[in-house]
């Protein structure tokens, strides 16, 4: 059975950071593509940011650019998402999922997490 656990979401200021991590498990991981999406209140879940299985390749939504930096330590079964400079309009839930072909769509993602609050204080 396939697990996708996130944690490190809470409340923040605009302008602070927060890490955001999330453990698999029930999968070979390194095997996974690792997306991170986020959905505000009354839109639509939305592209972050991605990593490849080994983690040699990543790619961002170009609203964190700069900011967010996504990365993964496959010994410990682990994607992080170091989020920077944070914003407003940046509170959603977010959420990691993994997938073989995982890329920037929702579709292209097989397993997700029950996601994870962050909420930025203006």
């Known amino acids: 059975q396939v697990q996708l656990v996130e944690s490190g979401g809470g409340l923040v200021q605009a302008g602070g950071s927060l890490r955001l991590s999330c453990a698999a498990s029930g999968l070979t991981f390194n095997r996974y593509a690792m997306g991170w999406f986020r959905q505000a209140p009354g839109k639509e879940r939305e592209f972050v940011a991605r990593?490849?299985?080994?983690?040699?390749?990543?790619s961002y939504a170009d609203s964190v650019k700069g900011r967010f930096t996504v990365s993964r330590d496959n010994a410990k079964n682990t994607v992080y998402l170091q989020m920077n400079s944070l914003k407003p309009e940046e509170t959603a839930v977010y959420y990691c999922?993994?997938?073989?072909?995982?890329?920037?769509?929702?579709?292209?993602?097989?397993?997700w997490g029950q996601g994870t609050q962050v909420t930025v204080s203006s």
């Open positions: 999922a993994a997938g073989e072909t995982g890329w920037r769509t929702i579709t292209t993602y097989t397993y």
């Open positions: 990593i490849s299985g080994g983690g040699s390749s990543t």
